[in-house]
């Protein structure tokens, strides 16, 4: 039995460290290792990386690399776990175009992480036994630092109603833009989730004191409108009457019985001399 651990070496979970050291130093030559589903093995020689081992079974500590005064390293990585790291940012500018007002901004969300590149991790920090509190203690200024000079950019073209309203859009971008910074530490952003954004008081104030004068001045202008209709409309009757009294008039005008001038009836055409109300020919009136 004894032989045999010497020959084989199991990189196994382990709950109080994301990244350790896993004890070879009375491996055999060429051992077999076993590396558990979602860990990775890194196996180290003088401080150089010789081989990435996922999970499975592969060879460690060829007999070539087991020589007096070589330091061989073999580090365990939790791969599958994530790492929910909470942070937050303020002194972020946001202009509000709308009203043309201006803000600094707080925000504070939560960053979903895991480890993608193992070695650059630990190079980086020069340490293998690291838990989840020190991972939190090593990301968490870089993920402020994120959140103030990404979001300031991301603002820039956003309205205030779709920055209060549109939080899950907003940790879509941000999740983007955090990617690529963490990816240079060895780490992979599963997802940036933005809790809130918040605004100062003297902001909201004045906001709302401007969204209410816009408000009276369109309720203004609204009765100032309201106003010219009725006028239009006074003015519009008093055209319709005038026009119905002048063609009144003229259709009086037009219906009046001609003036009897030259003394003749009208009905007859008989000459009429001296006054008479009627024709003694015909009986018409004469006007």
Not at 53 to 71: C, D, F, Q, Y
Not at 106 to 131: F, M, S
Not at 216 to 242: G, N, P, T, Y
Request: proline share 4%; net charge negative.
């Amino acid at each position: 039995m004894g032989f045999k651990s010497s020959k084989e070496v199991t990189v196994s979970r382990n709950d109080q460290y994301v990244m350790w050291r896993v004890d070879i130093s009375d491996v055999a030559y060429n051992a077999t290792l076993n590396v558990e589903t979602g860990l990775m093995g890194m196996y180290i020689v003088n401080g150089q990386l010789r081989s990435m081992n996922p999970a499975g079974r592969s060879m460690i500590n060829p007999k070539s690399e087991k020589k007096e005064g070589n330091k061989q390293e073999l580090i365990g990585v939790s791969m599958d776990k994530t790492f929910d790291i909470p942070c937050g940012g303020g002194q972020v500018p946001f202009k509000d175009w709308e009203y043309d007002l201006e803000d600094v901004v707080g925000a504070h969300g939560e960053c979903r992480l895991r480890i993608l590149q193992p070695w650059v991790l630990y190079t980086t920090l020069g340490k293998a036994d690291l838990t989840a509190e020190d991972l939190e203690e090593y990301v968490r200024p870089k993920l402020v630092e994120l959140l103030r000079t990404e979001l300031a950019v991301v603002l820039q073209q956003l309205d205030y109603l779709t920055v209060t309203t549109q939080l899950s859009r907003i940790s879509e971008v941000l999740t983007e833009k955090f990617a690529a910074p963490l990816e240079t530490m060895g780490l992979h952003v599963e997802e940036f989730s933005l809790k809130k954004i918040h605004f100062s008081e003297d902001y909201e104030n004045a906001r709302r004191a401007v969204i209410e004068q816009g408000k009276q001045k369109k309720q203004r202008k609204e009765e100032q409108r309201e106003e010219a209709r009725k006028q239009r409309a006074e003015l519009d009757v008093l055209r319709e009457l005038s026009d119905m009294s002048a063609k009144a008039a003229q259709a009086g005008q037009s219906n009046a019985p001609a003036p009897n001038a030259g003394n003749f009836c009208p009905g007859c055409g008989r000459t009429i001399e001296g006054k008479m109300l009627f024709c003694p020919s015909c009986g018409k009136k004469l006007s």
